[in-house]
T-cell receptor, first 113, second 112 residues
Framework: QQQVKQSPQSLIVQKGGIPIINCAYE??????FPWYQQFPGKGPALLIAIRPDVSEKKEGRFTISFNKSAKQFSLHIMDSQPGDSATYFC????????????FGQGTRLTINP | DTGVSQDPRHKITKRGQNVTFRCDPI?????LYWYRQTLGQGPEFLTY????????KSRLLSDRFSAERPKGSFSTLEIQRTEQGDSAMYLC??????????FGPGTRLLVL
């Protein structure tokens, strides 16, 4: 059962554009929603995270928008740069128990110069 | 470097052989997780430890897989009688309780 669905699978944007990656979740018990960035051959690195009591969170050029009623959240990258080219994963977890992360399928983002 | 480290970074083995991977978490992180990532997919949870206790195992973790975390420090993941389907990136993450999980660089396994 895919608990976190991510789209699109791949995305190409010109430098300076605003790529948007979307995720939808099923389990309303999830309490914490992080986004990870992964470069080839590296482990995922945390970018930004949000909790469901907040509708938007911004850190630098990265913004998460959260819609609790629709069970959806998205990542926006402002003023995108070629160095942002990577694979992005949304994830979700509960605060209780194992706190294991459930990941989306990933979005391969390419920022063209 | 005070991040999560994993060894080896790459491993090529023949089907049927046993392999063991090591993860050294960030110092004083009491939780340690193992995930598996196949090409083009997000990481999937395998198992986790709180200190030295293994508290949960995924159904993905067949009987051929075993993990340990002696003394609550480093952890090892062993795969016995490897199969081609075991080829994947094996990721380790650590965290203080309730906080962000910090991932290591992973061990990429190729079973021929």
């Amino acid at each position: 059962q895919q608990q976190v669905k991510q789209s699109p699978q791949s995305l190409i944007v010109q430098k300076g554009g605003i790529p948007i990656i979307n995720c939808a979740y099923e389990n309303t018990a999830f309490d914490y929603f992080p986004w990870y960035q992964q470069f080839p051959g590296k482990g995922p690195a945390l970018l930004i995270a949000i909790r469901p009591d907040v509708s938007e969170k911004k850190e630098g050029r990265f913004t998460i928008s959260f819609n609790k009623s629709a069970k959806q959240f998205s990542l926006h990258i402002m003023d995108s740069q070629p160095g942002d080219s990577a694979t992005y994963f949304c994830a979700a977890r509960k605060d209780q128990g194992a706190q294991k992360l459930v990941f989306g399928q990933g979005t391969r983002l390419t920022i063209n110069p | 470097d005070t991040g999560v480290s994993q060894d080896p970074r790459h491993k090529i083995t023949k089907r049927g052989q046993n392999v063991t991977f090591r993860c050294d978490p960030i110092s004083e992180h009491n939780r340690l997780y193992w995930y598996r990532q196949t090409l083009g997919q997000g990481p999937e949870f395998l198992t986790y430890f709180q200190n030295e206790a293994q508290l949960e195992k995924s159904r993905l973790l067949s009987d051929r897989f075993s993990a340990e975390r002696p003394k609550g420090s480093f952890s090892t993941l062993e795969i016995q009688r490897t199969e081609q389907g075991d080829s994947a990136m094996y990721l380790c993450a650590s965290t203080p309780l309730g906080e962000t999980q910090y991932f290591g660089p992973g061990t990429r396994l190729l079973v021929l």
